[in-house]
Nanobody
């Protein structure tokens, strides 16, 4: 059974940083590409970043240069380091295994001005 458990969200002022974590179980983690998505209030869920099983990252233009996705295959974890946060980054953040339909419960990030 696939499980994704996100953590690390919270309230932060604009310009601040947060590090999100996602614990993954039920798959061979090292063989899978991973991604972060987010859903802001009243908006559709959107893709934020992807990291391939080989460790190559890719980012949405809106977060490029501010966010860093990483993974630890030994711990079955994926991370999202978020720096220079903006109010428009406020959302519930979800990690996802690419090509799977499962979602975790998400972790809420609120950026205040």
């Amino acid at each position: 059974q696939v499980q994704l458990v996100e953590s690390g969200g919270g309230l932060v002022q604009a310009g601040g940083s947060l590090r999100l974590s996602c614990a993954v179980s039920g798959i061979i983690f090292s063989m899978n590409d991973m991604a972060w998505y987010r859903q802001a209030p009243g908006k559709q869920r959107e893709w934020v970043a992807t990291i391939t099983r080989g460790g190559l990252p890719n980012y949405a233009d809106s977060v490029k240069g501010r966010f860093t996705i990483s993974r630890d295959d030994a711990k079955n974890m994926v991370y999202l380091q978020m720096n220079s946060l903006k109010t428009e980054d406020t959302a519930v953040y979800y990690c996802k295994i690419l090509h799977y339909t499962d979602w975790g419960q998400g972790t809420r990030v609120t950026v205040s001005s």
